[in-house]
């Protein structure tokens, strides 16, 4: 199983960005989907989630600001990020889970400048 994500860049502070995760090998429909992600010197932390109701979690950090979406057609996961702080700086982690098996991307990076 692999995950592709893309998407990721250089925007300036307010700016926004759309990731997104296509998932190979495997078909995504039975597994809950999100995004991680982890900053320098820092723990990697989860970010948003979407279930197979489609059903949305977020940090309370993105709340308001991030959209996380699937489409299990194209096997792909996606995070729509608006109004971005230089704080949502970090390496952007999508995995997919059910029970106890989970898959991890290998990560896209998103810088944001003051």
């Known amino acids: 199983v692999q995950l592709q994500a893309s998407g990721g860049g250089l925007v300036q502070a307010g700016g926004s960005l759309r990731l997104s995760c296509a998932v190979f090998g495997r078909t995504v429909r039975n597994y809950v989907m999100g995004w991680f992600r982890q900053a320098p010197g820092k723990e990697r932390e989860f970010v948003a989630a979407i279930n197979l109701s489609g059903n949305t979690f977020y940090a309370d950090s993105v709340k308001g600001r991030f959209t996380i979406s699937r489409d299990n057609a194209k096997n792909t996961v996606y995070l729509q990020m608006n109004s971005l702080k230089p704080e949502d700086t970090a390496n952007y982690y999508c995995?997919?889970?059910?029970?106890?098996?989970?898959?991890w991307g290998q990560g896209t990076q998103v810088t944001v400048s003051s």
């Open positions: 995995t997919v889970q059910r029970y106890n098996v989970e898959y």
